[in-house]
Protein backbone atom coordinates (compact mmCIF):
# COMPACT_ATOMS: atom_id res chain seq x y z
CA UNK A 1 0.00 0.00 0.00
CA UNK A 2 1.17 3.20 -0.61
CA UNK A 3 2.63 5.65 1.97
CA UNK A 4 -0.45 8.70 0.87
CA UNK A 5 -3.19 5.68 0.73
CA UNK A 6 -1.52 4.51 4.34
CA UNK A 7 -1.96 8.10 5.88
CA UNK A 8 -5.38 8.57 3.96
CA UNK A 9 -6.77 5.73 5.80
CA UNK A 10 -5.35 7.01 9.52
CA UNK A 11 -6.91 10.42 8.37
CA UNK A 12 -10.24 9.03 7.88
CA UNK A 13 -9.58 6.90 11.69
CA UNK A 14 -8.75 10.30 13.42
CA UNK A 15 -12.06 12.25 11.10
CA UNK A 16 -14.47 9.26 12.80
CA UNK A 17 -13.27 10.00 16.54
CA UNK A 18 -13.07 13.21 16.14
CA UNK A 19 -16.83 13.38 14.70
CA UNK A 20 -17.73 10.60 17.58
CA UNK A 21 -16.40 12.61 20.49
CA UNK A 22 -19.32 15.26 19.73
CA UNK A 23 -21.91 12.98 18.41
CA UNK A 24 -21.35 14.33 14.87
CA UNK A 25 -21.95 12.05 11.92
CA UNK A 26 -18.36 11.69 10.36
CA UNK A 27 -19.62 11.12 6.58
CA UNK A 28 -20.53 14.81 6.80
CA UNK A 29 -16.98 16.07 7.07
CA UNK A 30 -15.62 16.27 3.59
CA UNK A 31 -11.81 15.93 3.25
CA UNK A 32 -10.31 18.39 0.59
CA UNK A 33 -6.84 16.57 0.01
CA UNK A 34 -4.41 20.08 -0.04
CA UNK A 35 -1.76 19.72 -3.32
CA UNK A 36 -0.21 22.43 -3.17
CA UNK A 37 3.29 22.03 -4.58
CA UNK A 38 2.57 18.33 -5.22
CA UNK A 39 3.12 17.17 -8.79
CA UNK A 40 1.00 15.25 -10.79
CA UNK A 41 1.79 12.15 -10.11
CA UNK A 42 1.25 12.45 -6.42
CA UNK A 43 -2.24 13.65 -6.66
CA UNK A 44 -2.99 10.57 -9.39
CA UNK A 45 -2.26 8.70 -6.44
CA UNK A 46 -3.86 10.11 -3.99
CA UNK A 47 -7.27 10.08 -6.49
CA UNK A 48 -6.53 6.46 -6.59
CA UNK A 49 -6.45 6.03 -3.04
CA UNK A 50 -9.85 8.24 -2.85
CA UNK A 51 -9.47 11.44 -2.68
CA UNK A 52 -12.29 13.53 -4.39
CA UNK A 53 -11.63 16.94 -3.72
CA UNK A 54 -8.19 18.96 -4.60
CA UNK A 55 -7.53 22.31 -3.27
CA UNK A 56 -4.85 24.42 -4.18
CA UNK A 57 -3.67 28.09 -3.12
CA UNK A 58 -2.41 29.61 -6.36
CA UNK A 59 -3.95 30.25 -9.74
CA UNK A 60 -0.98 28.82 -11.80
CA UNK A 61 -0.50 25.29 -10.30
CA UNK A 62 -4.40 25.08 -11.40
CA UNK A 63 -3.95 26.47 -14.65
CA UNK A 64 -1.10 23.56 -14.90
CA UNK A 65 -2.58 20.79 -13.07
CA UNK A 66 -6.42 20.78 -14.00
CA UNK A 67 -5.74 20.45 -17.83
CA UNK A 68 -4.05 16.74 -16.95
CA UNK A 69 -6.42 15.69 -13.95
CA UNK A 70 -9.71 16.90 -15.26
CA UNK A 71 -13.11 16.67 -14.27
CA UNK A 72 -12.66 13.23 -11.96
CA UNK A 73 -12.27 15.52 -9.21
CA UNK A 74 -13.59 18.52 -7.59
CA UNK A 75 -11.27 21.71 -7.16
CA UNK A 76 -11.11 23.65 -4.66
CA UNK A 77 -9.16 27.03 -5.01
CA UNK A 78 -8.38 27.65 -0.86
CA UNK A 79 -5.72 30.67 -1.51
CA UNK A 80 -5.98 34.44 -2.15
CA UNK A 81 -7.06 34.77 -5.94
CA UNK A 82 -6.36 38.29 -7.53
CA UNK A 83 -8.71 40.22 -9.50
CA UNK A 84 -7.05 40.03 -12.83
CA UNK A 85 -6.51 36.56 -12.58
CA UNK A 86 -10.04 35.43 -11.88
CA UNK A 87 -10.53 34.99 -15.63
CA UNK A 88 -8.43 31.85 -15.72
CA UNK A 89 -10.64 29.51 -13.15
CA UNK A 90 -13.44 31.22 -13.05
CA UNK A 91 -15.12 28.00 -15.22
CA UNK A 92 -12.79 25.65 -13.81
CA UNK A 93 -13.13 25.51 -10.15
CA UNK A 94 -16.07 23.95 -8.28
CA UNK A 95 -15.57 26.32 -4.77
CA UNK A 96 -13.59 29.34 -3.92
CA UNK A 97 -12.60 29.34 -0.24
CA UNK A 98 -11.10 32.92 -0.02
CA UNK A 99 -14.00 35.62 -1.10
CA UNK A 100 -12.07 38.27 0.94
CA UNK A 101 -13.07 41.48 -0.41
CA UNK A 102 -16.01 43.14 -2.44
CA UNK A 103 -13.98 43.97 -5.54
CA UNK A 104 -13.04 40.22 -6.11
CA UNK A 105 -16.78 39.63 -6.07
CA UNK A 106 -17.74 42.41 -8.68
CA UNK A 107 -15.07 40.64 -10.72
CA UNK A 108 -15.88 37.50 -10.42
CA UNK A 109 -19.73 38.48 -10.69
CA UNK A 110 -18.72 39.79 -14.01
CA UNK A 111 -16.66 36.91 -15.53
CA UNK A 112 -19.22 34.17 -14.61
CA UNK A 113 -21.04 32.49 -16.83
CA UNK A 114 -22.98 30.88 -13.95
CA UNK A 115 -23.47 31.72 -10.11
CA UNK A 116 -19.90 30.77 -9.03
CA UNK A 117 -20.15 29.01 -5.55
CA UNK A 118 -17.75 30.92 -2.98
CA UNK A 119 -16.79 30.62 1.19
CA UNK A 120 -16.35 34.18 2.76
CA UNK A 121 -12.79 33.78 4.56
CA UNK A 122 -12.94 35.68 7.88
CA UNK A 123 -9.79 36.21 9.21
CA UNK A 124 -10.96 35.56 13.00
CA UNK A 125 -7.58 36.53 14.73
CA UNK A 126 -7.09 39.25 12.57
CA UNK A 127 -3.61 38.76 11.98
CA UNK A 128 -1.63 40.92 9.86
CA UNK A 129 -0.20 38.07 7.79
CA UNK A 130 -3.80 36.87 6.38
CA UNK A 131 -6.27 37.82 4.40
CA UNK A 132 -10.17 37.46 5.40
CA UNK A 133 -12.52 39.73 6.55
CA UNK A 134 -12.77 40.50 10.22
CA UNK A 135 -15.71 38.93 11.95
CA UNK A 136 -17.86 42.00 12.66
CA UNK A 137 -18.04 43.35 8.92
CA UNK A 138 -18.43 39.22 7.58
CA UNK A 139 -22.62 40.04 8.08
CA UNK A 140 -22.90 43.13 5.70
CA UNK A 141 -20.38 41.86 3.81
CA UNK A 142 -22.50 39.17 3.18
CA UNK A 143 -25.68 40.78 2.33
CA UNK A 144 -24.18 43.26 0.01
CA UNK A 145 -22.89 40.53 -2.31
CA UNK A 146 -26.10 38.78 -2.06
CA UNK A 147 -27.77 41.67 -2.81
CA UNK A 148 -25.48 43.22 -5.53
CA UNK A 149 -24.62 39.78 -7.55
CA UNK A 150 -26.69 37.65 -8.71
CA UNK A 151 -23.71 35.42 -10.38
CA UNK A 152 -22.30 34.63 -6.78
CA UNK A 153 -23.56 32.04 -4.75
CA UNK A 154 -22.43 32.41 -1.26
CA UNK A 155 -22.64 28.33 0.32
CA UNK A 156 -20.43 29.07 3.39
CA UNK A 157 -17.23 30.55 5.57
CA UNK A 158 -13.66 29.34 5.97
CA UNK A 159 -10.84 30.67 8.36
CA UNK A 160 -7.59 29.95 8.63
CA UNK A 161 -6.11 29.54 12.62
CA UNK A 162 -3.46 30.87 13.55
CA UNK A 163 -0.19 28.78 14.04
CA UNK A 164 0.41 28.52 17.71
CA UNK A 165 2.30 25.68 19.84
CA UNK A 166 -0.49 25.05 21.82
CA UNK A 167 -2.99 23.75 19.13
CA UNK A 168 -5.75 23.76 21.75
CA UNK A 169 -5.89 27.95 21.26
CA UNK A 170 -7.11 27.66 17.54
CA UNK A 171 -10.24 26.07 19.39
CA UNK A 172 -11.96 29.68 20.24
CA UNK A 173 -11.13 30.66 16.60
CA UNK A 174 -13.24 27.89 15.00
CA UNK A 175 -16.01 28.67 17.62
CA UNK A 176 -16.29 32.27 16.74
CA UNK A 177 -16.64 31.55 12.98
CA UNK A 178 -18.88 28.48 13.92
CA UNK A 179 -21.47 30.70 15.63
CA UNK A 180 -20.82 33.64 12.90
CA UNK A 181 -22.22 30.61 10.12
CA UNK A 182 -24.83 29.62 12.28
CA UNK A 183 -25.92 33.63 12.82
CA UNK A 184 -25.68 34.17 8.95
CA UNK A 185 -27.85 31.02 8.93
CA UNK A 186 -30.67 32.22 10.85
CA UNK A 187 -30.87 35.57 8.80
CA UNK A 188 -31.84 33.34 5.95
CA UNK A 189 -30.41 36.01 3.53
CA UNK A 190 -31.80 35.66 -0.05
CA UNK A 191 -29.37 33.75 -2.76
CA UNK A 192 -27.43 32.40 0.83
CA UNK A 193 -26.83 29.26 2.07
CA UNK A 194 -24.75 28.14 4.97
CA UNK A 195 -23.68 24.68 4.09
CA UNK A 196 -20.11 24.81 4.39
CA UNK A 197 -18.22 25.79 7.48
CA UNK A 198 -14.21 25.25 5.65
CA UNK A 199 -11.76 25.14 8.79
CA UNK A 200 -9.09 22.61 10.03
CA UNK A 201 -5.49 21.98 8.69
CA UNK A 202 -3.19 19.35 9.35
CA UNK A 203 -2.45 20.17 12.65
CA UNK A 204 -5.64 21.20 13.82
CA UNK A 205 -8.11 19.60 11.97
CA UNK A 206 -9.69 17.34 15.04
CA UNK A 207 -10.52 20.48 17.02
CA UNK A 208 -12.06 21.99 14.03
CA UNK A 209 -14.31 19.10 13.43
CA UNK A 210 -15.63 19.07 17.35
CA UNK A 211 -16.27 22.78 16.65
CA UNK A 212 -18.33 21.74 14.00
CA UNK A 213 -16.34 22.31 10.49
CA UNK A 214 -17.66 20.14 7.60
CA UNK A 215 -14.85 20.73 5.10
CA UNK A 216 -11.10 20.37 6.15
CA UNK A 217 -8.40 21.03 4.19
CA UNK A 218 -5.49 18.61 4.25
CA UNK A 219 -1.84 18.71 2.57
CA UNK A 220 0.92 17.56 5.02
CA UNK A 221 -1.07 14.85 6.78
CA UNK A 222 -1.63 13.54 3.52
CA UNK A 223 1.38 13.62 1.33
CA UNK A 224 4.05 14.38 4.27
CA UNK A 225 6.24 17.57 4.71
CA UNK A 226 6.42 20.44 1.71
CA UNK A 227 10.11 21.58 0.25
C1 LIG B 1 -1.66 24.82 2.61
C2 LIG B 1 -3.04 25.06 3.06
C3 LIG B 1 -3.74 24.08 3.77
C4 LIG B 1 -3.14 22.74 4.15
O1 LIG B 1 -2.13 22.90 5.08
P1 LIG B 1 -1.44 21.63 5.79
O2 LIG B 1 -0.87 22.18 7.02
O3 LIG B 1 -0.41 21.12 4.83
O4 LIG B 1 -2.51 20.64 6.02
C5 LIG B 1 -5.04 24.36 4.14
N1 LIG B 1 -5.62 25.54 3.83
C6 LIG B 1 -4.98 26.50 3.16
C7 LIG B 1 -5.68 27.77 2.87
C8 LIG B 1 -3.67 26.30 2.75
O5 LIG B 1 -3.02 27.27 2.09
Redesign the pocket.
Known sequence: MSKISENLIKINHRITEAACKVNRDPRDIQL?T?T?TRNVAAIEEAIDAGATDI?E?RVQEIREKFPEIGRRVRWHL??HLQTNKVKYIVDSVDLI??LDRYSLAEELNKKALKPVPVLVQVNVAQEESKFGLCVSETIDFVQQVAADCENIAIQGL?T?APHVENVEETRIVFRQLRQLFEQIKSQDIAHVTMNYLSMG???DFEIAIEEGANMI??????FGP?N
Open positions: IVKGNIGHSMIMSNRLGTAIR
